[in-house]
């Protein structure tokens, strides 16, 4: 019997040869995916135990660790201004990490590799690396601008993004309404549950409606349309184009101007003064000329379809120009950013950056750089180019056309003469008669340094001018 | 069939090697001791007290298991105990780790004026029980001289050992379920879990009932191919034994017992026969029995669950087609309209705990593996992938393998059939019993609850596995000892020393 015994003594010994063999592939090469599996709440109960750098904006400090114990085995982390930087900062919970706070971790916490090459020697005698330093690329005034200018406006919901024409760094990134982040920063689990319960109400105020949220774009879809038509050689700005009545084709209902505007809408106007009126006969026409797919590829070219990443693992919400086959009138009233169409406010400031960057789209960024604590340089953000959706003449007529808004279009009566330059929009939601106020633009206008995109929601009869366009004025003020 | 006398010699070392013995204990000893200090040191910055009462406890048995060997069985392997004593010592260690942190969490409870429930880690039941075996295993090698009077009792030991075995199954939940499984017996505030001695009585049943019967199974009948089949009158059984094991899956909700018994039974075959034919339909017999999976539903949310735990991580919840985790109680599920199927939460913690651990682990008492439920138990080896590290989880895994390959080599060098038998049966199902239990924390295969021998809480299972530990030293001091010799100035009449 030992020819079979000798063979089976072998069975035996492979079987714990394939433990050993899974074991190592487990804790050898899986054990960091398993770390930082979202699912594992090690990670976030640990947490409290590193301490983790600061978030700044400037010089001002907006996320900070402080010891609670004598002998330094925890740390709380604080918020300066949660409620105004939340959509920056994200926050540390017992739960889940989200924002920079997710995004950074392990440069915050200190358990980035790069970190830990900086003191080896602290790491072999068990000492926690000290957190990086994350530089973001907020303006402070021009966040506190936009946070207060669109919680002054909106009766529900609202936001605004400012980008560095040049670099695409954001500038500012308000969302309301919004919440106090060192609420739900709490190490007891109880308390934080709590927390997070009394958060749950609608609007949601821990969403970003800045790059999370989607609305419709209302007229200041008009630039891609203009956009589109231009780089298809349907003319320049200054070529004449149908603003007559405008019906539907498939119910054939009349497509309406926004009132007072009949007068400038007729007859066959150039395309910057359709433009300036925001004439939607003009647009709708327009629309079902260059055709779904002309729309579709133009829209896609400054991001729309597919999510913006700004920094790992954050990233905006899809703006939607529809790929799937549309009716005629869907078509129609896509060309005014209305029903089939929605997009985020950061992809609508993105649009504004192309069109002021000589047609030039950027990535979008929060970090600007990561410090450590002896002062080297981690990361060092290098601006982007996400493509060339128009060219630069292109570019140059659309900037045209949006100071002619400012100057003597739908926009001159509330920011007229200031130097900006923007495009309005007012979409009817047509749920309790509550509008999508819009202003996406530029400035200064003739050598633009931000692109802005600013929504509110206000009451029926509101429009983007009116509601929009002060808060982006007093942001990009606040920024120069 | 080959005879006995053909096989080759195996090379035997007739030296006692007492003091290796005793040096191996003193290192396995030392690392217990040692173990206690690190978490003393790791969680308050002292030594801590119960090293010494524990440590004590566990030297003054090793001492008297070590007497008892050098004067009951000289002869027998070297490694053997210190092995057990390794394991037993470091489980031991790390259940005082878990248990200082579980006595501090339920006293923390209780003072919130909560009623915690359920098993806790308890180290000094653990350290009961460990006295309990050793006495066992000392009581085994004082009072069994020859393993082979097992034979004579064969059927008895195998009916008590089916009887145990399936018990559970007939008895009410209350008394023997246990998260899905019924595998217990509890009475007051004991437990057993029969099924840990089943696996020895029916060793030693398998083994005497095919020492008899080889013979016969080994006959081919015909030979389709390479494969030589058996006669159709000698599949009995086997077959009976695959129902039995199907039964008990039904009954019990265990299909890891399920497959240690029949991969057991399957294993004593091919090695009493020689006949490869016999794995071959143990196999199709298996991949037949896999197919009644989704009829049974506990085994199905097992598989799934090893499948796709993410989906039901902290209790997945079927709405539809779709299944949505982190539900949390079968309340919540069913307050969206939803099926309950099943929890993957503690096979994830476990892997987690794993990842935590990487290569080097956190050390000794300055991890969490409190956080996987039954850390203690069940999931032990998580607790020291995560504390020991990947290096401590294979410094385990190995020391596995050398008690298995020590028993196979016991069982090779033994002449007795019974014994040979016995020692390779035992042997193989304790690798598989490891397989399986390790297998399913690290999700290799589908999670089961077995024990893990030596180092999970638990009375049961360190009872038996010290006893097998026994059995296979007094199997490897008859093949060891030195054969008798002559004595010569008897004159014509010789007298042989047994001794």
């Known amino acids: 019997m030992n020819k079979p015994l000798r063979k089976v003594s072998v069975a035996g010994l492979l079987l714990v040869v394939i433990l050993i063999i899974n074991v190592n592939y487990i804790q050898g090469s899986q054990a960091d995916k398993l770390k930082n599996d979202p699912l594992n709440s090690r990670q976030f109960a640990q947490q409290w135990q590193y301490n983790r750098g600061p978030i700044m904006a400037g010089k001002v400090t907006l996320a900070y660790s402080t010891k609670t114990d004598k002998d330094g085995k925890n740390y709380q982390r604080h918020y300066n201004q949660g409620t105004l930087y939340s959509p920056i900062t994200g926050y540390v919970s017992v739960f889940s990490r989200t924002g920079l706070e997710g995004a950074e971790n392990p440069l915050l916490d200190g358990t980035d590799k790069r970190l830990a090459l900086h003191n080896w020697f602290d790491a072999l005698v068990g000492k926690k690396a000290a957190g990086a330093t994350v530089q973001t690329t907020i303006d402070p005034d021009a966040q506190q601008a936009a946070y207060s200018g669109v919680k002054d406006r909106t009766v529900r919901r609202g936001a605004a993004v400012a980008l560095d024409v040049k670099t695409g760094a954001i500038l500012a990134m308000a969302s309301f309404p919004s919440y106090d982040t060192n609420d739900v920063a709490v190490h007891d689990g109880d308390k934080a549950t709590k927390a997070f319960a009394a958060l749950k109400k609608k609007p949601d105020p821990m969403l970003n409606y800045a790059t999370r949220e989607t609305f419709a774009p209302g007229s200041s879809f008009k630039i891609i349309d203009s956009a589109a038509a231009i780089e298809g050689g349907l003319g320049t700005k200054d070529s004449g184009f149908d603003a007559n009545e405008f019906h539907l084709p498939v119910t054939g209902r009349t497509l309406h101007n926004s009132d007072g505007d009949e007068a400038k809408c007729t007859g066959s106007p150039a395309l910057i003064e359709s433009f300036a009126a925001s004439c939607n006969s003009t647009f709708a026409r327009l629309a079902g000329t260059l055709g779904q797919q002309r729309l579709s590829a133009m829209a896609a070219k400054f991001g729309f379809n597919k999510p913006t990443q700004i920094e790992n693992e954050v990233s905006s919400a899809t703006s939607v120009y529809p790929t799937k086959q549309i009716d005629g009138d869907q078509l129609a009233r896509s060309g005014i950013g209305q029903e089939v169409v929605t997009a985020s406010p950061l992809q609508m400031a993105m649009v504004a950056q192309a069109v002021a960057n000589d047609g030039k789209l950027m990535k979008p960024y929060l970090v600007k750089r990561v410090v450590a604590q002896d002062q080297s340089e981690l990361v060092t953000a290098e601006p982007k180019e996400l493509g060339q959706p128009i060219s630069s003449d292109t570019a140059q007529q659309l900037q045209e056309m949006m100071r002619a808004v400012v100057d003597h279009g739908t926009a001159a009566s509330t920011v007229g003469g200031q130097d900006i330059a923007g495009k309005t929009g007012t979409a009817e939601t047509g749920a309790g008669g509550i509008n999508e106020d819009w202003f996406v633009g530029f400035a200064p206008k003739d050598n633009p340094k931000i692109a802005f995109a600013v929504v509110t929601e206000g009451p029926s009869g509101s429009t983007g001018a009116k509601f929009s366009a002060p808060i982006a004025l007093r942001m990009v003020q606040a920024v120069r | ?499």
């Open chain 2, 1 to 499: 069939m080959t005879s006995a006398a053909a096989e080759p010699e195996v090379q035997i070392a007739t030296r006692p090697r007492r003091s290796a013995q005793l040096a191996m204990l003193i290192f396995a000893m030392v690392i217990t001791i040692a173990g206690f200090a690190q978490v003393g040191l790791a969680r308050d910055g002292t030594l801590p007290t119960g090293m010494y009462g524990y440590g004590a406890g566990l030297a003054v048995l090793v001492a008297i298991s070590y007497a008892l060997i050098v004067r009951f069985a000289p002869y027998a392997d070297p490694l053997l105990l210190p092995l057990a004593v390794f394991l037993n010592g470091i489980g031991l260690a790390m259940i005082y780790r878990l248990d200082l942190g579980t006595s501090r969490d339920v006293q923390l409870a209780r003072a919130q004026g909560k009623n915690p429930s359920g098993i806790w880690a308890s180290a000094p039941n653990q350290l009961m029980w460990t006295a309990l075996s050793i006495a066992a295993f000392a009581a085994t090698i004082v009072l069994l001289r020859e393993i082979k009077v097992l034979q004579r009792y064969m059927y008895t030991i195998g009916a008590a050992g089916l009887f145990f075995l399936a018990l559970p199954g007939f008895l009410p939940s209350s008394i023997s379920g246990s998260l899905g499984a019924k595998i217990w017996i509890r009475l007051g505030p004991f437990s057993i879990q029969p099924s840990e001695f089943s696996k020895l009585a029916l060793v030693a049943f398998f083994a005497g009932y095919l020492v008899n019967k080889r013979q016969a199974l080994s006959i081919v009948g015909k030979k389709i191919g390479p494969l030589n089949l058996p006669r159709a009158r000698d599949l009995g059984p086997i077959l009976v034994i695959w129902a039995l094991c199907l039964g008990v899956l039904a009954l019990e909700n265990d299909f890891g017992t399920a497959i240690l018994f029949f991969g057991l039974f399957v294993s004593m075959l091919y090695i009493a026969t020689e006949r490869f034919m016999w794995v071959a339909i143990g196999g199709l017999l298996l991949a037949g029995a896999s197919a009644l999976t989704p009829f049974i539903p506990h085994v199905q949310q097992r598989i799934n669950i090893w499948l796709d735990p993410k989906s039901y991580f902290d209790g997945g919840c079927q709405v539809g087609n779709k299944i949505i985790n982190q539900i949390g109680t079968v309340a919540a599920c069913h307050a969206k309209g939803g099926t309950y199927v099943a929890d993957s939460g503690q096979l994830m913690r476990g892997l987690f705990s794993l990842g935590q651990g990487g290569v080097l682990g956190t050390g000794l008492g300055q991890g969490e593996p409190w956080r996987t439920p039954y850390s203690f138990s069940d999931f032990i080896f998580t607790s020291f992938g995560e504390e020991l590290g990947l290096t401590g989880a294979m410094v385990i895994l190995l020391v596995y393998a050398l008690i298995v390959q020590r028993g196979m080599k016991a069982a090779l060098a033994t002449k007795d059939n019974f014994s040979k038998l016995f020692a390779g049966g035992v042997s193989f199902v304790f690798a598989l019993q490891v397989f399986v239990i390790v297998g399913g924390v690290t999700k290799l295969i589908p999670l089961t609850g077995l024990t893990t021998p030596f180092l999970a809480q638990g009375g049961s299972s360190l009872l038996a596995n010290w006893i097998l530990i026994a059995i296979l030293i007094r199997i490897s001091d008859t093949a060891r000892r030195p054969a008798p010799q002559p004595i010569q100035d008897e004159g014509m009449t010789q007298v042989v020393s047994t001794r």
